[in-house]
């Protein structure tokens, strides 16, 4: 299959969907294909030795590993520009000399198929992109010497719910219905919602990937939103940008509105918890959001209970967990989703969700190798409840 010829399908997760699009999927001509693990445990994670905590989720270095720069300063990016093809280098040039602009990180980015699912895919310098990663991310001399050798990083989703083996080699595919092994270096997170694989530019130049089509831009200072607004002139006109994971606001008090469609009526919640039910006894599927692919992730049941009361909520957990108001689980209603911190490569960032039914039950599907399933409510990473507005939830991105 050449360029511009993959049959292209609805997306299974939010990748990228609103910066990069069929033009770019289309640059890579074979699917991924990768050997899944499955994991029998449907309650909370274990905890793990501080001792244990990093290299766990790291494959052993073979004797090909690279190196890579140390860990620089940390820069959180705000925002992520991308196109469907190169940007002009005075374009970049322009960005960097923005006032309030601490850094700009040059990288490639395309929608491929990673286990059979639909991911956001980042080809970077490892020595320069992980100035722009989650703490315990960056700190990982031996997953960026992993990248910068060949391998593929992993969300730790992916890694550890999705069931893809740490060290499993993947085929993936490239151009001219050509396939090469890549070997799944890491589980990391890299805290942007999108994206769920990270390679280095040369794999993503083997593969066929557009070069330099995306941007991660650091403005600590400046709202991402009049950024965004102001960049406008800049970018060509296929280009776009987005802010990178708004922050979740955890309120210290709330008056929570009672009509209007900004919480669900009474009947939606039922509605909701009824379509809950139906799908228990399903499998887990990472990406899974409907019949037609055999069973549903946390976020995936989500968006499909809450889509049959009238409700539109966005794909993955970290954009669900801002369609409403949080608050504390000791204030939790039937009706409400609970979210979790549990991604120890990515702290704070929100993992996993499930609906609460009253009780101190809820409605979740765990991980690969459960089912949808009535399970006990567990504290351990519980970071609150969402009471979901109806509004606010047609307006977040996802």
Not at 130 to 152: C, E, F, I, M
Not at 202 to 225: E, I
Not at 291 to 303: A, H, V
């Amino acid at each position: 299959m050449g360029r511009g010829s993959v049959a292209v399908r609805k997306p299974n997760r939010r990748v990228l969907p609103t910066i990069i699009g069929v033009s770019a999927v289309t640059t890579l001509a074979v699917n991924v294909a990768v050997v899944v693990a499955h994991q029998q445990s449907s309650g909370p994670p274990a905890p793990r030795p501080q001792a244990d905590k990093q290299a766990r989720f790291v494959a052993a270095s073979g004797s090909t590993a690279l190196g890579v720069a140390p860990l620089g300063r940390r820069l959180s990016p705000h925002v992520l520009v991308a196109a469907p093809s190169s940007l002009p280098g005075d374009t970049i040039e322009k960005i960097r000399r923005i006032k309030g602009v601490q850094g700009v990180e040059v990288v490639d980015a395309v929608q491929a198929m990673v286990a059979g699912k639909r991911v956001g895919v980042l080809g970077v310098d490892p020595s320069t992109f992980r100035n722009y990663t989650p703490k315990p991310t960056a700190q990982s001399d031996a997953l960026w010497r992993n990248v910068a050798g060949g391998d593929v990083a992993i969300s730790f989703t992916m890694g550890s719910d999705g069931g893809v083996q740490l060290g499993s080699q993947v085929p993936v595919g490239g151009q001219g219905g050509r396939q090469s092994q890549v070997r799944v270096g890491a589980y990391a997170t890299m805290g942007i919602g999108d994206v769920d694989a990270v390679i280095s530019h040369a794999t993503a130049q083997s593969l066929g990937m557009p070069t330099a089509n995306a941007l991660l831009v650091s403005v600590p200072k400046t709202k991402p939103a009049a950024f965004i607004k102001g960049l406008k002139k800049l970018l060509p006109k296929q280009a776009k940008a987005v802010e990178v994971n708004p922050q979740i606001d955890y309120p210290h008090a709330q008056k929570l509105p009672k009509s209007n469609g900004q919480v669900m009526t009474a009947q939606q919640v039922q509605t909701v918890i009824r379509a809950a039910y139906s799908r228990i006894g399903w499998p887990y599927v990472w990406g899974g959001e409907s019949e037609s692919e055999g069973g549903y992730d946390c976020s995936g049941l989500m968006q499909y209970a809450f889509a049959r009361a009238g409700v539109r909520l966005p794909r993955v957990a970290a954009d669900q967990a801002r369609t409403g108001w949080v608050l504390p689980y000791s204030k939790a209603e039937p009706g409400d989703m609970l979210i979790w911190a549990n991604d120890p490569t990515a702290p704070g960032y929100i993992s996993h969700i499930a609906l609460y039914i009253g009780g101190g039950k809820m409605i979740a599907a765990p991980r690969t190798g459960t089912l949808v399933q009535v399970q006990n409510v567990y504290t351990r990473n519980l970071k609150g409840a969402v009471r979901v507005s109806p509004q606010r939830a047609a307006r977040t991105p996802g």
